[in-house]
């Protein structure tokens, strides 16, 4: 177990915790999140079973796995849809997270996307980054809303990074596929999120879109924390800094990709079959 300053679930009430966007992110240990013996069962079927993982500040990790080895629960775990049976979970040094809810976490810079695109079809690029920069807001009040010049600064540089420029005026319905994601990826990089959580991002996208995919998110990278859960090896073998295998909700192996790739025990539960698919 790595230090942590303790701020324990048991040493405070609840009606004592401040409000989470108030608390500063203590990255002074080099750390952006804590799992630690983390369990999740599901009618007596451990999900999560004494997770232990670290992700440094500004890191780039890859977590593969099985079907059912427990990287979405994990992602639940962190972002508060789902609540740990046992174990803590802290973002930085102090922030307990299992004392959070889903929109207080977001807020608080932890930035989640789902496999699924989900962005408003029927608005343009521009509108879902504007939607997602002020996503407290009701639509209707966002949209007429006057953005300041450092928010329209802010997007305009996250239309750089996602290259959706010269589509910022284009309905997102009419978005490819891979554009689509990267429109999603944009709007969480609106909020400029220290932690973002992407699952399996390359699922559906054309080879180009994968490996513009790589680039992205290697370019995220240092100024965020970024976790990558996929099942591509390909793209996780061009991205990979550390890698972690998750299995029957516990880490199997963690190291870089050429040590996970010749490990026996990951050779035997997962990467056998992922290579040869
Ligand atoms: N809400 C739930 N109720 C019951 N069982 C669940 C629930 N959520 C997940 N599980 C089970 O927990 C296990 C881990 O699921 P999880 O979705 O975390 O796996 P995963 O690693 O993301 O798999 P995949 O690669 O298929 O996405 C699976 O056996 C799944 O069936
Ligand atoms: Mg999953």
Excluded at 150 to 179: N, P
Aim: net charge negative; hydrophobic share 40%; aromatic share 8%.
């Amino acid at each position: 177990m790595r230090t942590r300053e303790f701020w324990r679930r048991d040493q405070v009430f609840d009606f004592m915790l401040p409000p989470l966007q108030s608390r500063e992110l203590d990255l002074s240990h080099g750390i952006v999140l804590y799992l630690e013996n983390v369990t999740v069962s599901f009618d007596g079927f451990k999900a999560l079973n004494n997770l232990n993982l670290y992700v440094n500040s500004g890191e780039l990790r890859c977590i593969i796995g099985a079907n059912g080895a427990g990287k979405t629960t994990m992602m639940d775990v962190i972002t508060g849809k789902t609540r740990p049976d046992t174990g803590s979970v802290f973002f930085g040094q102090r922030i307990d997270l299992t004392k959070y809810n889903e929109s207080e976490i977001a807020a608080a810079g932890i930035g989640r996307k789902f496999q699924k695109p989900t962005v408003f079809e029927n608005h343009t690029v521009l509108e879902n980054l504007e939607l997602a920069l002020q996503a407290n807001k009701t639509t209707f009040a966002t949209l007429f809303a006057r953005l300041n010049a450092e928010q329209r600064d802010r997007i305009d540089e996250v239309l750089k990074i996602i290259g959706l420029t010269d589509q910022v005026y284009l309905r997102a319905g009419l978005l490819s596929h891979g554009q689509k994601q990267w429109l999603e990826i944009g709007m969480l990089l609106v909020q400029n999120p220290y932690l973002l959580l992407v699952d399996e991002p390359v699922a559906g996208m054309t080879q180009q879109e994968i490996e513009r995919t790589a680039e992205l998110l290697l370019s995220l990278a240092e100024k965020h924390s970024v976790v990558v859960v996929e099942h591509d090896m390909v793209f996780v073998r061009s991205i990979a800094r550390t890698v972690t295998v998750l299995h029957e909700g516990s880490v199997l192996a963690e190291g870089k990709m050429d040590e996970i790739q010749n490990n026996p025990k990951v050779i035997e539960v997962y990467l056998g079959s992922e290579l040869t698919a």
